[in-house]
Nanobody, 127 residues
Framework: QVQLVESGGGLVQSGGSLRLSCTAS????????IAWFRQAPGKEREGVSC????????FYTDSVKGRFTISRDNSKSTVYLQMNSLKPEDTAVYYC????????????????????WGQGTKVTVYS
């Protein structure tokens, strides 16, 4: 059974950086497309980024392009989300999940429902 565990959240000042990790167990990460989502207080969950299983293809939602970088280390069964130039509007609980395929709809969670959700890691950005 696939299990994903997020870590790396915290409290950071606006303009700062954090690196989130999503570590998989129960499966070879090589075969999975991993997506990061976030949910801010009082708002709907939104897709942030995802990374392909083989060629490292990446997708970013517009609001994080140029600031966030997703990467994977299959040897460590971990996907990372490097977040730079953080803004207060990035404050949210960040989750990773598996999605069926790359592509905007899948990465934003509009395709088949993402699966194997982690428990989330909280990111708070203060100004």
């Amino acid at each position: 059974q696939v299990q994903l565990v997020e870590s790396g959240g915290g409290l950071v000042q606006s303009g700062g950086s954090l690196r989130l990790s999503c570590t998989a167990s129960g499966v070879f990460l090589d075969y999975l497309v991993i997506a990061w989502f976030r949910q801010a207080p009082g708002k709907e969950r939104e897709g942030v980024s995802c990374i392909g299983s083989t060629d490292g293809e990446t997708f970013y939602t517009d609001s994080v392009k140029g600031r966030f970088t997703i990467s994977r280390d299959n040897s460590k069964s971990t996907v990372y989300l490097q977040m730079n130039s953080l803004k207060p509007e990035d404050t949210a609980v960040y989750y990773c999940a598996t999605v069926k395929s790359m592509g905007k709809d899948y990465c934003l969670g509009y395709g088949p429902a993402p699966r194997n959700w982690g428990q989330g890691t909280k990111v708070t950005v203060y100004s």
